[in-house]
């Protein structure tokens, strides 16, 4: 009895085998396989001998490809420079009948370029025994060049039937409606389904937000930059940015990670050049397996064969699910636990790390009722659950639209006026994931412990959406930390929505700095008076001050009418578009600073109102015992001191930064919580179950 079989393939040839005798005595071809039914095939991929050189050095970065039914189910990992890789790589296929052979390609990987062809087989799996395993040697041939010697794949490969309650439900529909064509597609689907679950085993989240001193390429001294970023077999290609060595390109990227110990991501920064090839700027790579899950790590990577950094944040999620009883650690309903934790905010440790202001975690229970975004009339589900820039990412429940994830995350607060934005969206391998809801969350407003159903809101947080989602969400935070941190910039957050110019966003920034306008009349009575000469010098001095601004502006008219005559008609365009868009963001950042003064005095966030008056009451004890001209020159001390004290202190401005923690009237009504209908309330849904 043999142990292996050699198989040979080539695109123009028929296939040949060895022939291979089983136990009874009888080949393979009386006893065929291609009944149909459910099968499992696990291929371990062993190792390549003596293969195809396709890099200058006389060596390659093979990886191997494995497809059927023209579907890649497989993908190897990249052995360097090798041409006798050992790979020793599991993979567990489900198929639904072995008529469709398996098809082996290998590759050589080309770092930033495309991958070379290194050959490829076949494997015939009707000639395959039952529950037995067995040692395959493929021959790599390409089809072009059938003489070419490009070596051999090794294999152990065990084909089972698929048994249990799948695989009796999978017969008896068979019987039933054996000849039914829409039978074949389900169980296609479901294939497809098993395989997506299996394939990856992560998500790497990475955020591009900006590059710092990069290398000059073109005569000018500047570059147009864009970055290159690869992950195995998946790639991602960031927008180019005109003109300049410090881009901030603020984008966004996930990754699937199919390999348990992490990978190594590379990244390479190019310059476009219009009508030549893209020079390369400089190499950088993320390992990781040296990076800790469920958290956001922020990296600054020096680029080699190159100049400058790039700042980037990556963030791995498992994909597997979790059960919420089962992370005892995590959870705050274990009391020693939650002990810890209230020790580590307590008010004894104010000054115990003051950054570190608090503790939030997260529930994603299940989600119901959400919007079908496939012609199956079902969705790829998952979601996303942001904390300023950390960003986490629950596994995807496939075909369904009332998902359970029972995933739990842990964030440290950094701002207690944050906002927790949970997302969900669609999963679409060939496009851009599509948007199915959406919540927002200021941490003030949380009720610690309770699960509640979330109603689903539109892109802008105005609208409800279809669906809902189940969130449990408990915050622990130092009220003393949270109060001075309240007192110093806010955190940047970097992925955000280009501001584009909208007429109802336009009109709507109007009419709410009217209104703030309004409140201000009397200061405009007092400039109108200027004009009226009740005060003659007052007069003359707006006289003099308006005629200067006139001046100034008819020069500028000037040089704008020259320029002009040089701009094309789309440079206009783009420029008309821009100033309407300032104007916008303008009249947006005015009727915001009015309309927060206002909900600090309406209480409508009671903690910053509440910090208001202990604020007030301790500046009026201060100045009862110390003058005012004494408070001012230490004030004015500290500020002028304090870039020599602190380089690279953020200036800022207190009053400033309370006020940008307290939120607009648009703010209002995005945080606010949409009313879920009564039949998704976690009690009926509980008495549903049991009757």
Not at 673 to 679: C, I, R, T
Request: charged letters at 30%.
């Amino acid at each position: 009895m043999l142990d292996s079989c050699k198989l040979k393939s080539t695109c123009s040839l028929p296939l040949i085998y060895n022939k291979k005798i089983n136990t009874s005595g009888t080949s393979n071809a009386d006893v065929p396989l291609a009944d149909p039914g459910m099968y499992q095939l696990d291929i371990t991929l062993r190792r390549g001998q003596s293969l195809a050189a396709r890099d200058r050095g006389g060596t390659s970065d093979p990886y191997v490809k494995f497809k059927i039914g023209g579907k890649e189910v497989f993908r190897s990992k990249i052995i360097y420079k090798n041409l006798n890789p050992v790979w020793e790589e599991k993979a567990c296929i489900l198929i639904d009948h072995l008529r469709e052979p398996l098809y082996v390609k290998v590759f050589d990987y080309d770092f930033g370029l495309q991958d070379d062809f290194m050959g490829s087989a076949f494997l015939d799996l009707t000639q395959l025994e039952l529950n037995r395993s067995m040692d395959v040697t493929l021959t790599l041939k390409d089809p072009h060049y059938p003489d070419h010697d490009l070596g051999v794949i090794l294999l152990s490969v065990v084909l089972t039937p698929k048994e249990g309650e799948h695989r009796d439900v999978t017969m008896l529909m068979r019987k039933s409606w054996k000849r039914s064509s829409k039978f074949q597609t389900q169980s296609l689907r479901l294939s497809d389904v098993h395989r997506k679950s299996h394939l990856w085993r992560g998500i790497v989240s990475i955020t591009l937000i900006e590059g710092r001193d990069l290398k000059a390429m073109d005569s000018n001294g500047l570059s147009d930059p864009y970055v290159k970023f690869r992950l195995g077999h998946q790639k991602y290609k960031s927008k180019i940015m005109p003109k300049t060595l410090n881009p901030q390109w603020r984008e966004q990227f996930d990754f699937h990670l199919y390999e348990e110990r992490g990978g190594i991501i590379d990244i390479t920064a190019w310059d476009k050049d219009a009508g030549k090839r893209d020079d390369f700027i400089g190499r950088c790579q993320v390992d990781l397996s040296a990076l800790s899950r469920e958290q956001t790590h922020k990296l600054e990577l020096q680029l080699e064969e190159g100049e400058g950094h790039l700042v980037l944040l990556v963030t791995l999620t498992a994909s597997a699910t979790v059960s919420i009883s089962d992370l005892s650690v995590n959870s705050l309903e274990d009391q020693k636990e939650r002990e810890e934790i209230l020790k580590r905010y307590s008010p004894l440790r104010i000054f115990h790390n003051l950054k570190d202001v608090g503790f939030l975690q997260v529930k994603v229970i299940r989600a119901e009722g959400l919007m079908a975004a496939d012609v199956t009339g079902k969705s790829d589900p998952f979601c996303v659950v942001e904390l300023n820039n950390d960003r986490l990412l629950t596994h995807t429940v496939y075909k369904n639209l009332n998902p359970d994830w029972n995933k739990v995350f842990t964030f440290n607060i950094k701002d207690i006026h944050s906002v927790l934005e949970v997302t969900v969206y669609d999963e679409d391998r060939d496009r851009s994931a599509d948007f199915l809801g959406k919540v927002a969350i200021p941490l003030l407003s949380i009720q610690n412990g309770e699960q509640k159903a979330y109603v689903l809101k539109n892109k802008q947080l105005t609208g409800p959406t279809k669906g809902v989602i189940y969130l449990e969400i408990d915050v622990i935070f130092n009220a003393v930390k949270a109060s001075l941190r309240t007192l110093i910039p806010k955190e940047q957050k970097y992925i955000e929505e280009e501001n584009r110019l909208s007429k109802q966003l336009l009109l709507r920034n109007f009419i709410r700095t009217k209104r703030c306008v309004m409140v201000l009349v009397n200061a405009a009575y007092y400039v109108n008076s200027c004009f009226d000469w009740d005060s003659p010098p007052r007069s003359l001095a707006a006289f003099v001050v308006v005629e200067d601004m006139l001046e100034d502006e008819e020069e500028e008219d000037d040089k704008d009418d020259k320029d002009s005559e040089k701009k094309g008609f789309i440079n206009k365009i783009y420029a008309i578009q821009e100033v309407c868009i300032s104007v916008q963001n303008i009249l947006d950042e005015v009727a915001s600073f009015g309309e927060r003064i206002k909900n600090t005095f309406n209480w409508t966030v009671p903690f910053l109102s509440w910090l208001a008056i202990v604020a007030l009451c301790m500046f009026t004890v201060i100045l009862y015992f110390i003058p005012l001209r004494y408070i001012v020159l230490v004030w004015g001390i500290n500020k002028f001191t304090k870039k020599l004290r602190c380089p690279y202190a953020i200036d800022n401005n207190e009053l400033l930064d309370f006020l940008s923690r307290v939120p607009s009237d648009i703010q209002v009504v995005q945080y606010q919580e949409l009313k879920p209908d009564p039949s998704h309330s976690p009690c009926k849904r509980k008495k549903n179950n049991l009757g």
